[in-house]
């Protein structure tokens, strides 16, 4: 995709199979957690979110957990479809601040 | 609802011109703010407007501007281009702090 991609960490799965996508962040302050999809040419689109005072939750085949003490998030995906084909980012933010920073991203590949 | 809405999609422009890019955010949603995405790399905070006026700003340079309507809606000015400013520019909108931001598509813009 043109807006996403060269370098970054890659993920290949079979179709059926269960995913799990791993984020490091930094900032030990920081209390809320969004997981975002983004398909080429598109932008991220919501998949999850979590505070920090869970350490898991779960949507519909998605589940992520929240490890606040290694500061890791992972966002697990299961029976895995060949639309789950992207590059998923997480994103952090901190109470009274505004933005949200972004990891690097995993591009995700489902083979048929 | 038509969510978070961009225009233009593409834009091609020649360093030293001045670009504006708008967004409509999703309705209900009183926040917007903007990302820059450079290839590769996850979307980086530029700056947010509430209220219409810019409540915090990221590390972006004075070149970078932008303003808020009564609707809600932002544009989001670009002056004397660079060709490091190629990039997908996102408009994000949302309620209240911690509650999920909504991205539109994105404004692909090239400067030559």
């Keep these: 995709g043109e807006s996403v991609g060269l370098h970054l960490p890659t993920l290949s799965v079979q179709e059926g199979d269960n995913s799990i996508i791993n984020c490091a962040y930094s900032n030990s302050a920081s209390d809320y957690f969004i997981w975002y999809k983004q398909e080429s040419g598109k932008g991220p689109q ?25 500061k890791h998030l992972s966002l697990q995906i299961a029976a895995t ?11 952090e933010n901190t109470a009274g601040n505004e933005k949200l920073t972004f990891g690097t991203g995993t591009r995700l590949t489902i083979i048929p | 609802d038509a969510g978070v809405t961009q225009s233009p999609t593409h834009l091609i ?53 932008g303003h808020q309507f009564p609707n809600y809606s932002s544009e989001l000015n670009v002056n004397a281009l660079l060709l490091g400013d190629s990039a997908l520019y996102l408009c994000a909108s949302s309620g209240r702090w911690g509650t999920e931001a909504f991205f539109g598509q994105g404004t692909r813009l090239t400067v030559v």
């Excluded at chain 1, 998949?47 to 003490?69: A, C, E, P, Y």
């Excluded at chain 2, 209900?28 to 790399?41: C, E, K, M, R």
């Design chain 1, 81 to 91: 479809q060949p639309g789950d084909s992207a590059v998923y980012f997480c994103a």
């Design chain 1, 46 to 70: 919501f998949i999850i979110d979590i505070r920090s005072n869970m350490d898991k939750r779960q949507g519909q085949r998605v589940t992520v957990l929240l490890n606040k003490t290694v």
């Design chain 2, 13 to 65: 422009k020649t360093r030293g011109q001045q670009v504006t890019l708008r967004c409509s955010p999703k309705s209900g949603h009183d926040t917007v703010s903007w990302y820059q995405q450079a290839l590769g790399q996850g979307p980086q905070f530029i700056f947010q407007y509430y209220e219409e006026e810019e409540r915090q700003r990221g590390n972006f340079p004075d070149r970078f501007s």
